[in-house]
């Protein structure tokens, strides 16, 4: 590689560094901005009035005790008892007042940070959910471990930029209380002090300037590891089947060193920089004693003054050279800040795709509420933009019936999902009932926590049905056994995804769809786990029900129980039959 492309290389990495640090700058404000302007603003608002006053407060205090003791020192060496114990008491009364304004500081502080937590995690939940968000986010190149995200790096977000913006408030405090002690002591001393902070912050920079990427890798490879065990948990039962310790095992290891080799590379950067913070730090005790004690020793100023200087000068000293005392923690803190900002992003990008889509609806005709319609809709893998089906075109009414059929990997299932509305790659005219009047049953079905009544009635708690029909639809469906399970209690909690088989969650997706009878239901292979004659005796009743419904399925036998079946060719080519036709 010859001196120009190196020398590009250098000017390519210091430009991406820019815009990494502008974009981090960016979502930081983006997301403060939200919350200072929330609904809670008006309580955040006065907490951080609070805190700019006892800020204020705090640096007030801390010079009286530096005059003060000061003044305590000075009577010492004048071994004099009266002016001894007075200036002792001064001293012990500024102590008394720093007390508790440091204590309702730190409370205040404390308490707001609770406040924004609550509020974001509130919030980033809320937009998590919107427009099936947390759906849509599966396999994101950009945005891995959202659940970390909500939880952790928001409670160290909200920790860290108070804690971070107080150590800035503070210095700014600081700074202007003690720079007037300093400059009526020495001129000297303040330009001294001034070109130590900026050397000393140059050098920080430069040496741990990698830190910030090394602390968001290591968020990721720990979120990683945590889902490993997650997942070992949640499939404990097929990965016992199939004796998939040793493989588990070796997947964890992994994740596990990566995120260890990681920390080793961080430990490293960071025993680096105490090198040079520690000599920093330590220079600083000597160097206001190197410049006052002269003045001392020539009688220029009282040996009180010798020791108030060094206690300001360290003061000044921490609040000028904020980088380097706190890099560590700041690198630590603007990774977690660029993973908070790229979810946030994410679902700015979902909410405004959402927005479009509905923009684009309102050009189409109005949705009819018992009706499923489908004219020249082409279907498209979301990512890859792989065409799965080419203007699909049919219309289903309530109580009618389709099933779709094909070979493996022809898009039956994404046909479905994107009619149900949970996949968006699609375009073309699409009219559905709205989305309470729809019902989605997957191959496996979702187990809720809670009694059995929980189940039944999930998701929709408030639209609760009597005992008698929730008895009556666990006969229909033939779980009466599972009833029997739990003594006819209805109200007993279980451990549903252990206690069921399968074919058992598979009959409570079935009775979920006949309590709450919807328009329209879309079943995914939805009786695969069971036989034929419990798969015969629930198609019958959803076909009495008059709920419409589409189905995907292998097995021919499910042909029978509809009115129109759906084949699908891998070339993106379809044709429908009515089934007394085949």
């Known amino acids: 590689m010859d001196r120009s492309d190196s020398k590009k290389e250098l000017l390519d990495d210091a430009d991406d560094k820019r815009q990494t640090l502008a974009t981090t700058r960016r979502q930081f404000w983006q997301i403060s901005k939200a919350f200072f302007a929330s609904e809670r603003r008006r309580k955040a608002r006065g907490f951080l009035i609070s805190l700019l006053v006892l800020a204020l407060a705090t640096g ?16 010492i060496t004048r071994k004099n008892p009266t002016e001894f114990w007075h200036t002792l008491w001064k001293y012990i009364g500024t102590i008394l007042l720093a007390i508790p304004i440091g204590v309702y500081y730190r409370w205040v502080e404390e308490r707001l940070a609770l406040l924004w937590r609550e509020w974001m995690a509130q919030h980033l939940v809320k937009r998590y959910f919107n427009n099936r968000a947390y759906f849509r986010l599966l396999g994101s190149e950009s945005v891995d471990n959202p659940d ?54 140059a050098i920080s920079i430069v040496i741990g300037r990698k830190l ?108 000028v050279s904020l980088i380097i005392t706190q890099f560590g923690g700041l690198s630590a803190y603007l990774a977690g800040v660029q993973r908070l900002g790229s ?17 684009e609806k309102t050009k189409q005709p109005e949705e009819n509420s018992r009706i499923v319609k489908l004219e020249g809709l082409t279907i498209c893998t979301p990512v890859v933009m792989r065409t799965l089906v080419e203007k699909l075109s049919f219309e289903l009414r309530e109580g009618q019936s389709l099933i779709i059929m094909g070979p493996s990997g022809t898009g039956k299932s994404s046909v479905l999902r994107t ?26 079905p979702y187990m809720v926590e809670g009694c059995l009544r929980d189940q039944l009635h999930y998701p929709y708690p408030d639209r609760g049905a009597s005992d008698e029909e929730i008895r009556d639809v666990i006969e229909s469906v033939n779980l ?6 739990v003594e006819g209690d209805l109200d007993r909690v279980a451990d549903w995804n252990h206690m069921l088989s399968l074919g ?21 292979e ?47 080519s379809w044709k429908i039959e009515n089934v007394t036709e085949t």
């Open 60 to 75: 007030a205090v801390q010079v009286l005790m530096s005059y003060a003791g000061a003044d305590f020192m000075t009577a």
């Open 148 to 201: 970390q995200r909500i939880s952790e790096d928001v409670r160290n977000f909200t920790t860290s930029s108070l804690s971070f913006m107080l150590i800035a408030l503070n210095s700014l405090v600081t700074l202007g209380s003690f720079i007037g002690v300093l400059w009526l002591i020495s001129g000297k001393l303040v330009a001294i002090l001034l070109v130590y902070a900026v050397a000393g912050t």
């Open 212 to 319: 910030v990427r090394l602390h968001y890798q290591q968020y990721e490879k720990e979120a990683d590891f945590r889902y490993g065990l997650v997942r070992v948990r949640d499939n404990a039962e097929s990965i016992a089947f199939y004796r998939g310790e040793k493989r588990e095992h070796l997947d964890l290891f992994n994740r596990l060193t990566a995120a260890v080799t990681n920390m080793r590379l961080i430990i490293i950067r960071n025993r680096n920089l105490a090198f040079f913070t520690n000599s920093y730090n330590y220079l600083a005790l000597v160097l206001p004693i190197a410049v006052v004690a002269p003045m001392y020793m020539r009688g220029e100023v009282e040996f009180g003054v010798v020791t108030q200087a060094g206690g300001a000068f360290a003061t000044v000293l921490t609040a």
């Open 343 to 359: 979810l946030w992003d994410e679902l700015d990008e979902h909410d405004a795709e959402e927005q479009r889509i509905n923009y």
């Open 419 to 444: 009619i149900a509305g949970l996949w968006p790659g699609a375009c073309g005219l699409l009219e559905r009932p709205a989305a309470d009047q729809l019902m989605f049953l997957p191959q496996r």
């Open 480 to 485: 009466a056994s599972v009833l029997d399970r």
């Open 504 to 524: 058992e969650q598979q009959r409570i997706a079935f009775a979920r769809l006949f309590l709450r009878k919807p328009k329209f239901a879309f079943l995914d």
């Open 526 to 572: 939805a009786t695969s786990a069971l036989d034929e004659e419990n798969q015969q005796d629930l198609y019958t009743l959803i076909k009495e029900s008059g709920i419409g419904y589409i189905s995907v399925g292998h097995r021919t036998t499910l042909i029978p129980f509809h009115d129109r079946m759906l084949l699908l060719d891998r070339d993106g």
